[in-house]
């Protein structure tokens, strides 16, 4: 067992001596090999710098990182050149002159905190939160799922909000043909949006037999009616192939109004590599 000891203790010593060697040679710019003969002039102290010998003095350094790479905080005295031309070969010691010059200067500081934020344009800007007295879309939950587009805007009109919603979507499924059993509804003003609400939560008097019972909560994250159009122009439920019945409808004054053309194609939708209503 104390053998035991004595070797792995004497492998810590060595993993150490490798590691300030590798640190000496990136800071100094010299190869690893050289180290060692300057190693023997800066012994390493009890709380890890490593001190350069000037004579009987002895001239505290520590390797610190920042801006650029590592850097040495050296006393005023700095390294003294006399050990650099009698340590290394000639060839090394403009390397050496170079590394003294950084060792006396002082450490570059690093940029400012909003200097490092990434400066490359979001591919998507994220809208600016709504206030709760300021949305108006909502989303049904708890539909029946043979109900239709229609069927949901006859229910909502006989409620008292004919004229006074300007959005509806209601999903349907395109393998299936059902609808999903939500729907996105925007409300003319916030006040009319608090009343919907109000009034569709907890709602059950379907005109088709079902046992659902309706929540109404707000739609995130699109909220308002120029959200949801930017949301929808150019998706694939516009493109030509989708029935009428399963796309989003605006209205103005309980019309129906077209939708405002896409800015740009439209592609089929897809569920992954399938092309849907094909």
């Given at each position: ?97 170079a590394a003294q010059a950084r ?176």
């Amino acid at each position: 067992w104390p053998q035991w000891q004595q070797q792995q203790q004497q492998q810590q010593h060595m993993n150490q001596q490798q590691q300030q060697m590798s640190i000496a040679a990136a800071t100094l710019q010299v190869p690893v090999f050289l180290v060692p003969a300057l190693s023997m002039q800066f012994p390493t102290s009890p709380a890890g710098a490593m001190p350069f010998v000037q004579g009987e003095a002895t001239a505290p350094c520590s390797v610190t990182a920042a801006a650029g790479g590592l850097h040495f905080g050296a006393s005023p005295t700095g390294w003294p050149a006399a050990i650099a031309a009698a340590t290394l070969p000639a060839a090394m010691q403009p390397a050496a002159r170079a590394a003294q010059a950084r060792a006396t200067s002082s450490a570059v500081p690093l940029p400012a905190p909003e200097l490092l934020r990434d400066r490359r344009p979001q591919k998507q800007q994220q809208a600016a939160p709504v206030s709760d007295g300021a949305r108006t879309t909502v989303m049904l939950r708890n539909l029946p799922n043979n109900y239709t587009r229609n069927a949901i805007a006859e229910m909502i009109d006989a409620a008292g909000f004919a004229g006074r919603y300007d959005f509806l979507y209601f999903p349907i499924d395109f393998r299936t043909r059902a609808a999903l059993g939500y729907a996105f509804l925007n409300l003319v003003t916030p006040d009319d949006a608090e009343e919907f609400r109000s009034y569709f939560n907890g709602f059950s008097q379907w005109s088709l037999p079902s046992s659902k019972v309706c929540s109404v909560g707000w739609s995130y994250p699109h909220q308002g009616l120029e959200e949801h159009i930017a949301r929808y122009r150019n998706s694939p439920l516009m493109h030509e192939s989708v029935p009428d019945a399963y796309r989003p409808v605006l209205y103005h004054e309980g019309v129906r109004v077209p939708f405002p053309p896409p800015t740009k194609k439209i592609k089929p939708p897809r569920q992954g590599t399938e092309r849907m209503l094909v």
